[in-house]
């Protein structure tokens, strides 16, 4: 079978790494891809976001199956236009996508579920949403309602920074059209956890645990990323909140979209807060996170493709799915000002060395091939190193070993990645 991979970053490459291990597949395309993928298949030069030459691209090549990596083209309904076309595709519909392209949907649907989440407002008038915070008071997280490369979301300790970050979302448009609607919400204290499950339509199939580190600096600080690193499993998330999350967030908005008549199928990521044993919900994404997708596929022992083209069928419960005990952690290593302005184009060394790290293996994201054979930066975020090892500290101390072999000038990277679950280990 010959796959189409859309997208270009670590999450795509991770995904042709692990599809290229299935007897399943014959040839794996990606569109664009990256010099990581470049060397598992074969790219090719359609944007993620060109929806008609997604399509064309789809029949011309006779895919078996597109697997829609980033958000924006599912929010754009890629996955409506490869079904007019008899196309298989593993991504949520365009009206199931908004759960994670529109902030004041996904939260609406969460009332309407009873799923547990912060008490919100939504606006589309600046002078309501700082009336709305400064009549309240206290701490909040100021969100942009659309698709902002996971960066729209500003946290504000008091209602002075929360009206300046409504300017900075609505007025100045920091984000784009994608805050001419807000969010004001009740700021969660606790550790984040994200949870990801495989879903047909009708049912769902978890993966395990796994934590993301959004803000570019140790300690958490500073501006959010599209993510500096992730490991997998999260110790802050039990078998028992697994559970109990599974009756009370995934299932309940996998019924609700159902019965909504926009089945939900794909991946359906819940970002959780938790506090005390209880959690809410944060978000939703329609779509593996990057990173988070680099250590869960690098744990996953089956087979990916049946349970793909099961989520595309509608026969999720009939597929193997399972991942080994064995943790794994990826540290994104990114180009020197990311997530602001950022050089492009310096030559990467060190990746051969890095791959040959025990139980390593080095994701690409912001690179491309280089004219004489060399590897050049791309983008902001540009290489997922992802280990796996026998517990969580190894597989980290892995990742960094592999991190540390690889260089480009003014190449950054936290050091600070797994430190929570290794707090909670000892």
């Not at 500096?228 to 999260?234: L, N, R």
């Not at 989520?311 to 994104?332: K, R």
Request: hydrophobic residues 45%; negative net charge.
């Amino acid at each position: 079978m010959k796959i189409i991979i859309v997208g270009g970053g670590g999450r795509e490459h991770a995904l042709a790494w692990k599809l290229a291990q299935s007897p399943g597949v014959d040839e794996i395309v990606c569109a664009p891809g990256n010099a990581g993928t470049a060397a598992l298949g074969r790219n090719v030069p359609v944007a993620a976001e060109d929806i008609e030459g997604i399509a064309a691209l789809a029949k011309k090549e006779g895919a078996g199956l597109v697997v829609v990596g980033p958000e924006a083209p599912l929010a754009m309904g890629l996955a409506d236009r490869l079904e007019e076309e008899g196309v298989p595709v593993f991504g949520p519909s365009r009206a199931a996508a908004q759960l994670e392209a529109s902030k004041a949907f996904s939260k609406e649907l969460m009332e309407e579920a009873g799923i547990p989440t912060a008490a919100f407002g939504v606006f589309e008038d600046p002078a309501a949403a700082k009336r709305f915070v400064r009549e309240r008071g206290g701490a909040w997280a100021v969100k942009a309602d659309g698709l902002a490369a996971g960066k729209g979301v500003l946290i504000c300790p008091d209602t002075a920074s929360a009206e300046t970050a409504i300017a900075e979302v609505m007025e100045k448009r920091a984000f784009g059209e994608a805050g001419a609607r807000c969010l004001a919400e009740e700021f969660l204290k606790g550790e984040e956890a994200s949870l990801l499950a495989f879903v047909d339509g009708r049912t769902a199939r978890l993966m395990p645990s796994a934590q993301d580190h959004k803000p570019i600096g140790e300690g958490d600080t500073g501006p959010n990323t599209g993510g500096m690193g992730a490991y997998s499993p999260a110790p802050v998330m039990t078998p028992e909140l697994e559970a109990r999350a599974m009756r009370e967030v995934i299932l309940p908005a996998v019924d609700a979209m159902s019965k909504r008549g926009t089945p939900y199928q794909g991946i359906l990521y819940a970002g959780l807060m938790i506090k005390d044993g209880e959690f809410k919900v944060l978000e939703f994404n329609c779509r593996f996170g990057d990173p988070e997708c680099q250590p869960l596929l690098m744990r996953m022992d089956s087979d990916l493709l049946p349970v793909l083209l099961a989520c595309a069928s509608g026969a999720l419960p009939e597929a193997e799915i399972s991942f080994s005990a064995e943790p794994a952690a990826c540290v994104v290593m990114a180009a020197g000002g990311y997530p602001g302005d950022y050089r492009k184009g310096d030559v990467i060394g060190g990746l051969d060395e890095a791959n040959a790290i025990e139980g390593a293996h080095v994701f690409h994201a912001g690179t491309k091939p280089g004219g004489g054979g060399e590897t050049l930066t791309s983008g902001g975020r540009v290489l997922g190193v992802t280990a796996r090892g026998p517990d969580v500290k190894t597989a980290l101390e892995r990742a960094y070993e592999a991190a540390g072999l690889i260089h480009w000038d003014d190449a950054y990277y936290r050091k600070d990645i797994g430190a929570k679950a290794l707090r909670r280990l000892s």
